[in-house]
């Protein structure tokens, strides 16, 4: 990678800039220098905190704390304590918020909860066009439960609504799609869930930390999240699983691990799950990987969500203005809603050659991701990136577009992972 | 804790530690300054090396490296390529073995893998003696399968063997006691379960890294284990699973999350598992911590485990030679085997008031550790421990119990981490 285009930058742009009430987030991260990093949607950036954070992780609590680290470094509860700094991110008062496994894990977890708060039902409804392995994982779960089917929107209804009746245990839904970065209305769909009497679980993979996510007060049942992607935590940091606190004491899993017992430390040979969130746990957890996360919570937890959300918005919006004329001209579709209502904080542009636009992007020092078979995706973080970046990104977008430069045979060489 | 005791050594416990052909192993650990540390079972120190490597792995992987890292530091393929290493300390020819998860969600895997080998067969058989998690466990596997049982060596019946037969579905068990320290004759028991046609899953958290664990040699089926004990890869730090090669084309796990599909980036709408042992994977896994067991298996690879297990031996069969008078004279059992053959890498003595003497042992620089309701445990590692500090643990020991010195009040506190 190179440095980022040098265009030159607008006054207006550079205004927006000095102007931004969040402009001193910036300093908080890494970026590597000159790069216009367009994918903390797939992996946030370094918070500059986390390097005293491992050390201190690595050194004083394992190296030399070793086990007593479990009670002084607080190492034990850290799933809960961390838990509930992220539950405020995402509008979830304490208690309801656990770090714990990996996205897929929980979303295994939550669909076994939520068809045990609903037994006897027999569909789980979810979207064809989902990230996969929540269908992956969804279709693990219906294999274990004879008589359960699995409800595709986009497959067995043009409308997830349509597929939602007396009969619907469970309903997994991506609060914004991770291809188009269209965003759900999660107060309006949980309204119409309930109403069917059936339990809402929502995937904030593509929300959490850029939209003003309000589980509790949009009566969200369950959900699950990553905390790698605009929530900084690390490559493959653990994710979260949240239950309302009204579903906790009738809700049940059946990974029961020793972490999510009521006495862990008794060594009993029955199982007996913790009354509280700590039920949603089960082994034990990842603690260097888990330290990360403090530091990527507390780079943004000191502002309001809502002000990230705007920028967030501005941002895009901005972005779309910008390419706007070359999608037209060379037949490209924007895929994200343009009514911020309607919109996460990344812009897709529907191009199956997108993954050599990517890459003659990235000599540029512009960095976004390309999910196949035809998605170009750029994910925009309030927190790290200002308008200049946006800006830029947009002109050499449009550059690479007008003057064929993609078309270069190195652009097309794939690695292992797009 | 203040440095160990400081016993006089005898030339003979020195000659042992100047003859010793793995002495050098213990420079590349960091044990606290004056501490024996005994409760590697519990949580292994850091091997030195693990300073670079997360310095290496965030700042250049992570802040530096993005979103390429997936690539360029090989990422993705590192629960293989450090399952394939890992698999080599155990008797694992590699394509068998990967990293990810917790032992409790390995576990369920295992068993869940076992049963989709045996359909039709109606029980699991565990110890009720076993590490409490692989019970819990257990039991939600066994209420997401109507008709299947869990039997239980301790409970159902005196001896695991007895309850083997043509209805045995699987075997699940510990090769090494997490309380007694017994170690299983893992080649002798599995001819006793494929006799039933059973499959066989091994619990190794206790016995990987000490014991010369053979399992292609010895048949087994599937295994799961701790990479945070005697492995010295961090805490909480990523498990790993092992299966047979002949079995990998049959069985399946319902933990089907985009890691174990056959092709993750390919973002297909359907499950489609991967041929190999990646079918037993699931979501993203916690980087920082998987790059921290390179660290741990690096300060190991190059002796024979063969070794370490002679080492090992010689230390536990020291220890129990001289803490036997002290324990004869205030009635305390010795739990662990005396036989070499029968016996893992610690020893464990039988007493309810166990634990103000882990803390008074504590107070000295000895750390051990205990488990409720009734064992002291303490844990030897053939690598970054000589003879010498086996003898100053146990002369400690004997001082403690001696003395009386351990029913001070103040060590009778509990904390939540036991």
Not at 82 to 100: E, N, P, S
Not at 138 to 143: D, L, N, R, W
Not at 150 to 168: C, N, P, Q, S, Y
Not at 271 to 284: P, V
């Amino acid at each position: 990678m190179t440095k980022a285009h040098g265009a030159d930058i607008p006054a207006e742009i550079r205004n927006r800039d000095a102007m931004d009430p969040l402009g001193h987030l910036k300093a908080r991260f890494h970026v590597p220098d000159g790069l216009v990093y367009l994918a903390g949607n797939s992996l946030g950036p370094a918070p500059l905190a986390i390097f005293d954070e491992m050390e201190t992780a690595v050194r004083s609590e394992w190296a030399e704390g070793l086990i007593r680290s479990w009670n002084d470094a607080g190492w034990f509860s850290l799933v809960e304590t961390l838990g509930d700094r992220l539950g405020r991110l995402i509008g979830a008062a304490a208690g309801q918020t656990v770090i714990c496994d990996s996205v897929s894990i929980n979303v295994y977890k939550a669909l076994q909860a939520g068809l045990s708060l609903r037994p006897g039902r027999t569909t789980i409804v979810a979207e064809a066009g989902s990230f996969p392995t929540d269908l992956y994982v969804a279709e693990g779960v219906v294999a274990g439960h004879p008589g359960v089917r699995l409800l595709l929107e986009g497959v067995d209804a043009d409308r997830l609504e349509d597929l939602i009746d007396e009969k619907t245990a469970v309903v997994l839904v991506n609060h914004v799609d991770y291809k188009t970065g269209a965003l759900r209305d999660m107060a309006a769909l949980n309204r119409i869930i309930h109403a069917a009497g059936a339990i809402a679980v929502w995937d904030l993979c593509h929300s959490a930390g850029v939209v003003d996510v309000q589980l509790d007060a949009a009566g969200a049942d369950l959900a699950i999240g990553c905390t790698y992607k605009y929530l900084n935590c690390g490559p493959g940091s653990p994710a979260f699983i949240y239950a309302a606190s009204r579903h906790l004491d009738m809700l049940s899993q059946p990974l029961a691990g020793w972490w999510g017992h009521a006495a862990p430390f008794a060594f009993e040979r029955g199982y007996r799950a913790d009354g509280g969130i700590r039920k949603l746990l089960s082994g034990t957890q990842p603690i260097l990987s888990l330290r990360a996360i403090g530091a990527g919570l507390a780079a943004i937890e000191d502002v309001a969500m809502a002000d990230l959300r705007a920028k967030s918005l501005a941002m895009t919006g901005l972005f779309m203005e910008l390419v706007e004329q070359s999608c037209r001209t060379h037949g490209l579709e924007l895929m994200t809603p343009r009514d911020p209502r309607l919109r996460g904080s990344q812009v897709s542009i529907a191009f199956a050659d997108g993954y050599p636009v990517i890459q003659a992007l990235i000599e540029r020092g512009i960095v976004g991701d390309f999910r196949a078979p035809d998605t170009v995706r750029f994910g925009f973080s309030p927190s790290y990136m200002g308008f200049e970046e946006v800006y830029r990104a947009a002109m050499a977008f449009n550059e690479v577009m007008n003057s064929g430069s993609w078309r270069d045979e190195r652009f097309a060489r794939r690695s292992i992972v797009t």
